[in-house]
């Protein structure tokens, strides 16, 4: 039955997350826009300590594709609704929580129960730690199977040259903590996608280096990391999934598959970005005493009045295509598609929402003593990474067309 | 808890609703949009689905179906994938029979009801829309004054589908024209009361198959027992939500219905010795109708299902009409483009789906669930 209700046991999660935002985040979401780069300590060991405290479902934060015979539990819609709060509370901050990040997401997908247990058990115990994610390189971003970063067999190692950039929570993940880094190399230029594989190279491996953590527009709190391989060497063992280039499993298309399982995460926390403009802007409006007449022709409301529920209607429409997207996943459907759609949607209608935010509220919105402007900078990032707004609407023409990637391009 | 599943049932009645659209509708409609003629068989057949007749008690003849938005929807989005206006047609009789189900006293359930418990099509109407540029339904300016014993109705309404067939007209009407949404009331007018006149029919830009006539109430003195709900009156925001929901689900039909034209021919037609859709200028404009249109639908549903529950959704019903009204036009217009010099031309469908759609954001209140 189509149903679009939160049961109250779920609502008072929802609660909980919003009181971590509301109390956590949102009062030191400008001090670290402000010191970009400055570790925001407390907050992270807070969170790293109540994710320590939660059960093990919630623990492997990391969401993935993989079907769980479609129990009662909603996960992957629940994590979106949680992301969703936090990231009213603050998008960068949200990001530089840890955790095992797209990196775990990786080992989740891509990797054995053996690799799995191996590198994921980290983040139960001790000291907070960060994954991350290496597909981006110098030459390449939206065409990840172009990578040039090299892996060559050495024996009972690999050895990987290359550089990665814009890789969030690098940081953290290869010199800041005992955390590690996914970093998405080639065994053999020929195969081409096919020849593409993810290795685990653990945190302070040498050859490893954090050359430098760009400055940005927005998600000032998360660090984006470039990171230099120059002649790393790491266990064999590390390589996760298997390294036959003939099997595309296990490789490339693992890890791909991981976007439909992160991309409704990153539209969800578009809406959180998007929801904090929005509420804001309503209460200001309340507060000017200009009500919202719903149900009135649309040809008799002000320009307010229609720029406000037209963002209003927007960010639903976003939501109820990233829910549907998540629940998908829960179901173990496949949500490829709809993936995509949530996210293109959600990337698009936060960029918009939280330019028409600082547009609405005049001086007060572009004014940096308030947050307005901020979500605008941090909502932007959102059509950009985990696929441009573009490349989703590729792979959505992709499938509404039944065309292969050779064909539409 | 969540879910985005229709239930077992409602796949049946959509599957059913599809394949008469696909097999009934669509072959009749370009022809009915020229003529300005839906063909009597398909009228017929239509009627045979139970559109109407299924929420009908079956004391009065129907089948006593359990009326749902949600359901209601979903059949509203495949008729009109068929064609808007022969939909529009075949629901209309809803239009009295439905708020007369919901919110009528028995006796005029009684002496409403048991005409939609046949076997044949039985015209119905209401007249809602009013010929301003400012008509606002929460504003009606056609008025009802109470005098003794009997209601006296002034005003002007217009696009009041079947209106020269109906037997009975549902006319909405201020009580008092300060009161807003509150005070509007329903009045079960016959067609024959005296000062009511039914115009010429009307020509319109598009669902140019669908008859609908401009009134002109003058004076027209109807008794006490013709307000629907009589002493209680009638939960207008509620009736309008039904309408919003069904005018939402069908602008989704008429845009699924560019949609998958559009798909299919940017995938045959050649250009530049390639199929225009391996271009992202076309592809992406595909991609981009079909994100609208999913998310038009789940605002649709998701007002409906606020309705189901017996919930107040004004505001999302209202969200979901303005949005669909803005989203099936872009997606028409995209379909004609995708066409281009073709879809000008009324050979193929789209330009006409781009008329209709047109419809969603300028007419209320001539459908319901
Ligand atoms: C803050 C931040 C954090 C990031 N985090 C990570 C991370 O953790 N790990 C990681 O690996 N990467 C990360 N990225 C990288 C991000 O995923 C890429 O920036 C993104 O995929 C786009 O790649 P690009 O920047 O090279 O742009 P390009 O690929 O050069 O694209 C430039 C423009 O061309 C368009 N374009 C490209 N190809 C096509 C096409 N085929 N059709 C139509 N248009 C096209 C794009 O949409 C875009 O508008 C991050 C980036 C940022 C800014």
Same mark, same amino acid.
């Given at each position: ?245 003939? !099997? ?38 309340? !507060? ?122 | ?41 398909? *009228? ?143 009045? *079960? ?39 629907? #709900?009589? #002493?209680?009156? *009638? ?135």
């Amino acid at each position: 039955m189509i149903d679009f209700e939160l049961e109250p046991q779920v609502l008072k999660q929802v609660e909980m997350y919003h009181m971590v935002a509301a109390q956590m985040m949102r009062p030191i979401s400008r001090e670290y826009d402000e010191k970009e780069h400055e570790h925001p300590r407390q907050f992270w060991d807070a969170m790293w300590a109540a994710s320590q405290s939660l059960g093990p479902a919630a623990r492997e934060a990391a969401p993935s594709g993989k079907d769980d015979g479609g129990t009662a539990k909603l996960r992957n819609l629940y994590t979106c609704l949680s992301t969703e709060e936090l990231c009213w509370g603050d998008a960068g901050l949200f990001l530089s929580i840890p955790n095992p990040g797209l990196g775990g997401a990786a080992v989740a997908a891509a990797g054995t129960p053996e690799q799995r247990e191996r590198f994921l058990r980290r983040f139960r115990e001790g000291q907070p730690k960060w994954g991350a994610m290496a597909i981006t390189e110098p030459g390449c971003g939206s065409d990840s199977a172009a990578v040039t970063t090299t892996a060559v067999r050495e024996g009972d190692s690999w050895v990987l040259n290359g550089t990665k950039i814009f890789c969030t929570a690098g940081q953290m993940a290869a010199e800041g903590s005992e955390g590690f880094v996914v970093v998405w190399a080639t065994v053999d230029r020929k195969a081409g996608r096919a020849g593409i594989k993810p290795f685990v190279v653990e945190h302070n491996t040498s050859g490893m280096t954090v050359v430098r953590v760009e400055n940005k527009l927005g998600i000032r709190a998360s660090d984006t990391a470039m990171i230099v391989l120059e002649n790393c060497r790491i266990p064999a063992d590390h390589l996760l999934g298997k390294a036959d280039v003939k !099997q595309e499993a296990g490789g490339f298309k693992d890890v791909m598959a991981t976007f439909d399982a992160t991309r409704p995460i990153v539209a969800a926390m578009a809406i959180g970005v998007g929801r904090a403009a929005l509420d804001f802007v309503r209460d200001f409006l309340e !507060q000017n005493r200009i009500p919202m007449r719903y149900g009135l022709s649309p040809r008799r409301l002000t320009t307010i009045e229609r720029d406000f529920m037209e963002m209003e209607v927007q960010l639903k429409a976003a939501r109820l295509l990233t829910w549907r997207a998540a629940w998908m996943l829960d179901k173990g459907m496949r949500n490829n598609l709809e993936a995509s759609m949530a996210k293109a949607k959600a990337g698009k209608a936060v960029t918009l929402i939280t330019q028409k935010a600082v547009e609405l509220l005049g001086p007060v919105g572009y004014s940096r003593k308030q947050l307005v402007e901020k979500w605008m900078r941090d909502a932007k990032i959102n059509d950009i990474f985990e696929g441009t707004q573009q490349i989703n609407l590729l792979i959505i023409a992709r499938r509404i067309l039944d065309y292969s990637s050779k064909e539409l391009n | 808890m969540v879910s985005f599943e229709l239930s077992d049932e409602q796949k049946m009645i959509r599957d059913t609703a599809a394949a008469f659209a696909i097999e009934q509708i669509r072959p009749a409609a370009r022809a009915a949009d020229e003529s300005g003629e839906i063909p009597a068989d398909v *009228i017929a057949k239509a009627w045979e689905l139970g559109l109407v007749r299924g929420a009908i008690p079956e004391s009065y003849g129907g089948y006593g179906d359990i009326r749902s938005a949600v359901t209601g929807a979903i059949v509203a989005e495949e008729l009109a994938f068929g064609d808007l206006a022969i939909a529009l047609h075949t629901m209309a009789p809803r239009l009295l029979a439905y708020p007369v189900l919901e919110m009528g006293t028995s006796d005029q359930r009684e002496s409403i009801l048991p005409r939609f418990g046949t076997d044949n099509f039985v015209a119905g109407a209401a007249a809602l829309v009013e010929p301003r540029f400012d008509f606002d339904p929460s504003a009606l300016a056609t008025i009802a004054r109470r005098d003794g014993a009997s209601y006296v109705i002034d005003g002007a309404k217009c696009v009041v589908p079947l209106a020269a067939k109906a037997e009975t007209i549902l006319v909405y009407a201020a009580a008092n024209s300060d009161a807003g949404q509150a005070g509007v009331d329903g009045f *079960i007018v016959a067609r024959e009361a005296p000062g009511l006149t039914i115009s010429e029919r009307e020509k319109n830009m598009g669902i140019k198959a669908l008859e609908t006539y401009e009134l002109m109430l003058k004076d027209c003195r109807v008794g006490a027992e013709a307000r629907l #709900g009589a #002493g209680k009156g *009638i939960n207008f925001t509620r009736l309008m939500s039904e309408s919003r929901v069904a005018m939402a689900a069908m602008a989704t039909g008429v845009a699924r219905a560019a949609f998958e034209y559009a798909r299919t021919y940017a995938k045959e037609r050649k250009a530049f010795g390639v199929p225009i859709a391996t271009k992202q200028a076309v592809a992406f404009m595909l991609a981009e109708m079909a994100i609208e249109i999913d998310a038009t639908r789940l605002l649709v549903w998701e007002a409906a299902s606020r309705l189901d529950k017996g919930e107040d959704a004004l505001k999302e019903s209202y969200q979901a009409r303005n949005y669909a009204a803005q989203s099936s036009l872009m997606v028409a217009d995209n379909a004609v483009q995708v066409l281009g010099g073709h879809g000008y031309i009324r050979e193929h469908p789209v330009e006409m789906w781009l008329r209709n759609a047109r419809a969603f954001a300028v007419l209320d209140g001539i459908a319901t669930v």
